[in-house]
């Protein structure tokens, strides 16, 4: 279905609360946008919202099935004003939202479906999952020049860390059960990608609630959905592998001459399961066996 905007959405979706969980997925360019569509249906997410350009085209088969709404990738937050609104909107609903070319990947996500891994995490009284960005890329960028190949994707082994991530109000303490996670293409080009960007942690999971607000670096201002996990045990952890930075890199003017190859001595080639990902160390299961 198509709707002119946000708005009227709203106004439709009082029937949604109850027919969770919804994925938001925001298209900034026509890469990929029909796969990664097609992807978060089959995880089995009741509602998929496609934001998008009007002049962007989808699939007829992925059209007749999800929600289209008008979108400016060039509009200031507009994400995080759009995630806000619809959270607000649907209080009590477990969302997601994610990027055109980005795949969410959970702990046996072959077998399970979304809507159990959201009931498993609130039973653990989880009201947000931490999720992970791992880039992917082409391996032969002269074939794949905007970087993306779904048969030849391949993503850094190694090279991710975390740091203690620091209070805003005192530098010398740090968040409790909160860190910066680092990695993949952003720690490697990193003279070309903004500190504020270099992060690579997204709360991409979340249950909504009213006044709840995404901020612009991927977090909330409920500080416990930014928590990695409870105080008494490790909880489960997300995957979204994303092409998004490795398009951003060589369309750079900046930075494309600069990387003939995004391929090194720890690239692997992406198997597109979930047990590569926990073998990585890439996510984890917590509790969840």
């Known amino acids: 279905m198509q709707y002119s905007g946000l ?9 949604l ?12 360019d026509e890469v990929e946008i029909d796969t990664t569509l097609r992807h978060h249906m089959q995880c089995g997410f009741a509602h998929v919202l496609a934001f ?15 929600h289209r709404l008008p979108f400016d990738p060039a509009a200031d937050q507009a994400v995080p004003r759009i995630v806000s609104r619809v959270a ?3 209080p009590g609903l477990w969302m997601f939202y994610c990027y055109n070319a980005e795949y969410l990947f959970y702990p046996f996500c072959e077998t399970r479906s979304v809507v159990e891994l959201m009931a498993f995490h609130a039973e653990e009284r989880r009201d947000a999952v931490l999720t992970y960005v791992v880039d992917l890329y082409a391996d032969d960028l002269t074939r794949h ?19 203690a991530r620091k209070d805003a109000e005192d530098d ?10 680092f990695g993949g293409l952003r720690w490697r080009y990193e003279e070309h990608v ?12 979340f249950r909504a609630k009213p006044g709840l607000t995404l901020r612009e670096d991927h977090t909330f201002d409920d500080e416990e959905y930014n928590t990695y996990a409870c105080p008494w045990h490790n909880n489960l952890t997300a995957a979204l592998v994303s092409f998004r930075t490795a398009k951003a ?36 299961p917590g509790q969840w066996f």
């Not at 708005?7 to 029937?15: G, H, N, V």
């Open 145 to 163: 020049p905007d970087a993306v190949s779904l048969d030849d994707a391949f993503l850094d082994r190694s090279g991710y860390y975390a740091l």
């Open 7 to 15: 708005s009227e959405f709203l106004k439709d979706a009082r029937a």
């Open 172 to 181: 010398d303490r740090p968040k409790e059960r909160q860190l910066d996670f």
């Open 88 to 90: 607000s909107a649907a």
């Open 249 to 284: 890199l060589k369309r750079n003017p900046g930075s494309t001459f600069d990387i003939p190859t995004f391929k090194w001595h720890n690239s692997t080639p992406f198997e597109w399961h979930s047990r590569q990902l926990l073998d990585l160390g890439l996510m984890e």
């Open 52 to 66: 998008m350009p009007t002049h962007f085209s989808l699939a007829p088969d992925v059209a007749a099935k999800v």
């Open 17 to 28: 609360p109850g027919k969770g969980p919804v994925a938001m997925i925001f298209c900034e």
């Open 194 to 205: 903004p500190a504020e960007r270099r992060k690579i942690d997204r709360i991409a999971l």
